[in-house]
């Protein structure tokens, strides 16, 4: 069905789409390549959020060359959007665009396409096809497809830790644990996050500032801190980032005068405070993470905290990825990567797969998402 050409092109279709991973959300990274006679004439990326698509992109590519995209095959990441969001529907564009095909290599999960953009493509006497590169397709928006599909984000655990599972000496000291080529890596799962989320106990123990820096983005992430006491010190370098992130405080009530000065004082400082609590007065993980992606609408949550949140989260499996940074060394004692209660059978076991693994200098990550 696909030729050897075609391949190549929904490939270079999915390195435009890489060009929008620090950049869309909480739209899709989509990529789009326009090819005449087997040559591209034009290619496209979608932009930050109330800029133009993918296709809307690579058409303006092709008129700017004074080029006619009028009987043209359009090779796009993701089905064609056919609903007015930000910006008018795609599939407008390509419609008075006159492509004699339009190949997408997945469908759109989002309740408003799925699959009604095609179709019209289809109804206008366009020649459509799906699928091609589909697994690469899906790979690079799995937060997008798990909020549309699940109401859920895609939640991902970033641990650094020594050979023997310690992330901290037992004094809470932990930075260095691994090389800065590794930390770096760890800033590009940063930067394509809608939101990095930490626990008041890494706040008060690290004083982290939880921003992209080591690889270049025009967007900084969201910043979530759970806290259900409301504990975090006003003057924690995450609250007073100069490039004016924006801060979300979670706690569990906020009930009592007390929560509600200390919430006042916070909201001075342009932090907004929610309070969302468990039957247990702790704050209401999975709640949390329905509320991110159903009214915030994040696509992915990248966690760095400490031994007893990551316990939780597991404990609550709320996490969909791992991602485990290994430094050469052994730490003896120390605080380790969760706060999990012992199995008392191995049945009871949360079973990962390793999915790929990296160097970076002498450290190793593993990746690893639910089995």
Same mark, same amino acid.
Do not use: H
């Given at each position: 069905m696909y030729t050897a050409v075609d391949h190549q092109l929904m490939s270079e279709a999915l390195a435009e789409a890489q060009k929008a991973l620090y950049l869309s959300n909480?739209?899709?990274? +989509?990529?789009? +390549?326009?090819?005449?006679d087997g040559q591209v004439i034009g290619r496209g990326y979608t932009q930050r959020v109330g800029g133009p698509h993918a296709e809307v992109q690579a058409l303006a590519d092709v008129? #700017?060359?004074?080029?006619?995209?009028?009987? $043209?095959? +359009?090779? @796009?990441?993701?089905?064609?959007?056919?609903h007015t969001g930000r910006t008018p529907p795609c599939v407008d564009a390509l419609i008075a665009a006159k492509p004699a095909m339009v190949i997408a290599a997945m469908s759109d999960p989002n309740?408003?396409?799925?699959?009604?953009?095609?179709e019209r493509l289809k109804a206008?006497?366009?020649?459509?096809?799906?699928? /091609?590169?589909?697994?690469? $397709?899906? $790979? /690079?928006?799995?937060? =997008?497809?798990?909020r549309m599909t699940r109401g859920l984000p895609w939640v991902r655990m970033k641990i650094a830790t020594s050979l023997d599972g310690k992330t901290a000496l037992p004094n809470g000291q932990s930075q260095w644990i691994t090389g800065p080529l590794a930390r770096a890596d760890g800033h590009h799962w940063r930067a394509q996050a809608c939101a990095i989320?930490?626990? @008041?106990?890494? @706040?008060k123990e690290d004083d982290p500032t939880l921003n992209v820096r080591e690889v270049k983005t025009e967007r900084q992430p969201w910043k979530v801190i759970v806290d259900s006491k409301l504990e975090t010190p006003l003057n924690a370098k995450v609250l007073h980032q100069a490039d004016q992130s924006r801060v979300i405080l979670v706690c569990a009530s906020l009930d009592s005068p007390v929560a509600k000065e200390k919430a006042a004082a916070f909201e001075a400082l342009g932090v907004e405070v929610i309070a969302m609590a468990n039957a247990h007065g702790k704050v209401d993980l999975p709640k949390l993470f329905q509320y991110l992606a159903q009214e915030r609408h994040m696509n992915e949550i990248h966690v760095?905290?400490? =031994?007893k949140l990551n316990g939780s989260l597991l404990r609550e499996d709320c996490v969909d990825e791992l991602l485990l940074y290994y430094a050469p060394f052994f730490m003896g004692e120390g605080i380790? &990567? #969760?706060?999990?209660?012992?199995?008392? +059978?191995? *049945?009871?076991?949360?079973?990962?797969?390793?999915?790929?693994?990296? &160097? =970076?200098?002498? *450290?190793i990550r593993l990746r690893l998402m639910k089995a």
């Open positions: 909480p739209n899709p990274r +989509v990529g789009c +390549v326009i090819a005449k008129r #700017a060359k004074g080029l006619d995209p009028t009987g $043209a095959t +359009v090779y @796009v990441t993701l089905e064609p959007c056919n309740p408003l396409v799925g699959g009604k953009g095609l206008a006497g366009t020649e459509v096809r799906c699928g /091609l590169l589909e697994a690469e $397709a899906k $790979a /690079l928006n799995r937060g =997008f497809i798990s989320l930490t626990g @008041v106990g890494t @706040v760095e905290a400490g =031994f380790g &990567m #969760a706060n999990i209660s012992p199995l008392g +059978v191995l *049945d009871q076991r949360q079973d990962w797969q390793v999915i790929d693994q990296d &160097m =970076f200098g002498p *450290d």
